[in-house]
């Protein structure tokens, strides 16, 4: 996971932070609008110190961690997170891990996984390099990348000004042309191909 240019957390089923990759590790020694809050026998806990960012993390902590998986939200949204030093803000995606999930080691169950994209230091990729890379059409490589900024499939259609039919057609066709089968993984592929 230190190959991906995000941060990546994994949390215990009580939201105890229990790995951490390079990049979040250094994120979160800046304390610049994310910490980590002490917490016996792991890493910690992740707070945000804007209270409307603070209130939205622990809702997305909640919904992701104690609700069934078909409840999860799976990335529906992204939480901007300030920072008190005027960079960029954080983009933080929470995700609900099944019990059987790629990410376990040892005795430790992942049951979610946070990314922190940080605007100041990392772009997505261009969409003519997924063009290229995978075949997608332009309409195609747009959307990609916009599902993984967040927001629900509504949000995302408005955004780029297409019907919920053509973007869930759009999201079929990307789905087979990157070989992924869920928004979680299109999104970890896009992480992996952002641009520092």
């Known amino acids: 996971m230190n190959q991906i240019r995000h941060g990546v957390l994994l949390l215990d089923d009580s939201g ?4 951490a990759n390079e990049v979040a590790e250094r994120i ?3 304390q610049d609008g994310l910490r980590l809050k002490a917490r016996i026998g792991s890493l910690g806990t992740l707070s945000a110190d804007d209270p409307v960012a603070r209130a939205a993390l622990e809702g997305a902590l909640r919904s992701n961690l104690h609700t069934l998986a078909t409840d999860a939200r799976h990335f529906a949204h992204a939480i901007p997170v300030r920072r008190p030093s005027g960079l960029a803000n954080y983009a933080v995606q929470v995700s609900y891990l099944p019990e059987s ?3 376990q080691s040892g005795l430790l169950v992942p049951r979610a996984v946070v990314f922190i994209k940080d605007g100041a230091l990392v772009a997505q990729p261009e ?5 290229r890379l995978y075949g997608l059409t332009q309409a195609e ?3 990609a990348l916009a599902l ?3 927001g629900s499939l509504d949000a995302v259609a408005a955004q780029l000004n297409v019907r919920l039919n053509t973007l ?6 990307i789905y087979v042309k990157t070989s992924v089968d869920s928004r979680a993984a299109l999104t970890k592929l896009m992480l992996s191909l952002s641009v520092a």
Not at 16 to 19: G, P, Q, T, W
Not at 168 to 173: C, E, G, I, V, Y
């Open 16 to 19: 105890a932070v229990r790995f």
């Open 28 to 30: 979160l020694q800046q």
């Open 101 to 103: 999930n790629p990410y």
């Open 127 to 131: 969409p003519a390099f997924l063009q």
């Open 141 to 143: 490589a747009r959307a």
């Open 148 to 150: 993984c900024d967040g």
């Open 168 to 173: 869930k057609t759009h999201l079929k066709n």
